[in-house]
């Protein structure tokens, strides 16, 4: 009696290789999509820690898993830009600048009605501004306020973005005769900007979210820039006894050391 014929060797190995290479996608793409998230999650607990190199890496392999996710583009720019702070060579800071920028853009691309993306933009040239001109500076806070502007409108909550505009008015309030020569020439009619609009963003910014140190500091710094003294070395005194937490608070402490030595 014929025997049902067995199939040849390499017919086996074939349909065992494509059952695997089935199997092998199948998995990848459940785990692809896991591992953005467990990607995220590291990256959130290594900048809690304050490792900003290990956040980046892990937010970087997020996005690679992942790619174009807005709130992970945004991340990502915000390590680059707390790198800034660790690093003394004016070359390598401003080139994370320039990451942290780029990589901004890319948030706002990704999601336009993106608040976090708006106000990383924002913050990204302001942190670029100590390597320009003053009219490059002039023309770029344009851009800052239009960013904050939005992100505010997008969220009426956000505290960061009450800060950035408290830091436009803060800034144009206090440029010297030449300076607003120059934004004239930018801005066309120079735009109203007070001392007092600052202090009412950085109040604003304080009640949000009064744990930030960044917004104590320069709600003192611009009370000395209105000649309130008593005032301002009440607020700065309390703000620089406080512990840095963020990045951003060990150069906003070092501005506030400045503005009370000034008193």
């Given amino acids: 009696m014929d025997r049902f014929p067995l199939p040849f060797p390499q017919t086996l190995i074939k349909m065992k290789t494509t059952i695997l290479i089935l199997i092998t996608a199948s998995l990848m793409f459940n785990l692809s999509a896991q591992t953005a998230e467990q990607w995220a999650k590291q990256g959130a607990a290594a900048e809690g820690k304050g490792n900003s190199t290990a956040a980046l890496a892990a937010y970087r392999e997020a996005d690679k898993a992942a790619p174009g996710k807005a709130a992970v583009l945004v991340k990502i720019a915000k390590q680059y830009g707390d790198l800034m702070t660790e690093t003394k060579s004016l070359a390598a800071r401003k080139k994370l600048g320039e990451q942290s920028l780029a990589y901004s853009v890319k948030a706002l691309e990704a999601d336009g009605n993106s608040a976090d993306a708006h106000l990383s933009v924002a913050i990204s040239t302001g942190k670029l501004t100590e390597f320009m001109s003053n009219r490059e500076k002039i023309e770029a806070s344009r851009r800052i306020k239009e960013q904050a502007d939005l992100a505010l409108k997008l969220d009426p909550h956000s505290d960061y973005a009450h800060h950035m505009l408290g830091r436009w008015h803060q800034e144009l309030a206090s440029m010297g005769t030449t300076t607003r020569a120059i934004a004239r020439i930018v801005y066309g009619d120079l735009p109203a900007a007070s001392y007092a609009e ?59 050391q400045a503005s009370l030595d000034s008193l």
């Avoid at 140190?213 to 320069?218: A, D, K, Y």
């Avoid at 607020?235 to 608070?249: G, I, R």
């Fill in 198 to 256: 600052a202090l009412d963003h950085f109040d604003k910014a304080q009640q949000l979210r009064p744990d930030r140190l960044i917004h104590h500091i320069e709600y003192g710094r611009t009370l000395a820039m209105m000649d309130r003294k008593e005032d301002a070395r009440r607020e700065l005194k309390n703000a620089l006894s406080k512990p840095a937490k963020d990045k951003d608070d060990i150069k906003a402490k070092e501005r506030g």
